[in-house]
């Protein structure tokens, strides 16, 4: 089956630096998504993605965030200024015409910031 | 807002027995709803899901009714397997493409031999 694939596995940072989390959704996808868990909490939602624009965000999706579809094949989430809150797991996400109905994860990202 | 409840973990069973995780939802209108399922080292994969009140959804044994008087979600399975051994996510969601997951904390089971 085709994979969503995330680089990097783990990803040390210290606080205050930004970091980029790639992502290469599968190929014919058409919806992109990221999600995030810290520790011992429930994932939670940040952003989707659709016809190169935002097309739903979270309120922990604030203006430290952003993302982009930079040669249509990536899909990167970037932290401009990073915060020890910002610790977490990241999941991107992709899905197809079926949109909703069936998301196709990446392994995550650990993120850690320091 | 839609929320999602589902029971604490982790849940250690033997081999054969019978499993239920417990889900309930809230949620306006009438959401889709999910089970994912993380194998170690793994990214979240679709279980089961079911779109509307009553259906069943199934598969690799488990299933999960929608119950909408409930508003539950409850996965079950008659007879685990080790490699049943994972991290369970209850998830809602709306029924338009490229909205938002609401999912549950997750629930461990440990499943021995």
């Known amino acids: 089956e085709p994979e969503v694939t995330q680089t990097p596995s783990h990803q040390v940072t210290q606080m205050g630096q930004e970091v980029i989390l790639r992502c290469v959704p599968i190929?014919?996808?058409?919806?992109f998504y990221w999600y995030r868990q810290i520790l011992g909490q429930k994932v939670e939602f940040l952003v989707s993605?659709?016809?190169?624009?935002?097309?739903?965000k979270s309120e922990i999706f604030d203006d430290q965030f952003s993302v982009e579809r930079p040669d249509g094949s990536n899909f990167t989430l970037k932290i401009r200024s990073t915060k020890l809150e910002d610790s977490a797991m990241y999941f991107c996400?992709?899905?197809?015409?079926?949109?909703?109905?069936?998301?196709?994860f990446g392994s995550g990202t650990q993120l850690s910031v320091l | 807002g839609d929320s999602v409840t589902q029971m604490e973990g982790p849940v250690t069973l033997s081999e054969e027995a019978f499993l239920t995780i417990n889900c309930t939802y809230t949620?306006?209108?009438?959401?889709?709803l999910f089970w994912y399922v993380q194998y170690p080292g793994e990214g979240l994969q679709l279980l089961l899901k079911?779109?509307?009140?009553?259906d069943k959804g199934s598969n690799k044994g488990f299933e999960a009714t929608y119950r909408k008087e409930t508003t539950s979600f409850h996965l079950e399975k008659g007879s685990v397997q080790v490699s049943d051994s994972a991290v369970y996510f209850c998830?809602?969601?709306?029924?338009?493409?490229?909205?938002?997951?609401?999912f549950g904390k997750g629930t461990t089971l440990s499943v021995s031999s």
């Open positions: 996400a992709s899905s197809g015409a079926a949109g909703y109905e069936k998301l196709f």
């Open positions: 190929s014919n996808h058409l919806y």
């Open positions: 993605f659709y016809n190169n624009e935002i097309s739903e």
């Open positions: 949620a306006t209108g009438y959401p889709s």
């Open positions: 079911a779109t509307k009140a009553d």
């Open positions: 998830a809602l969601s709306g029924n338009q493409a490229g909205t938002a997951l609401i």
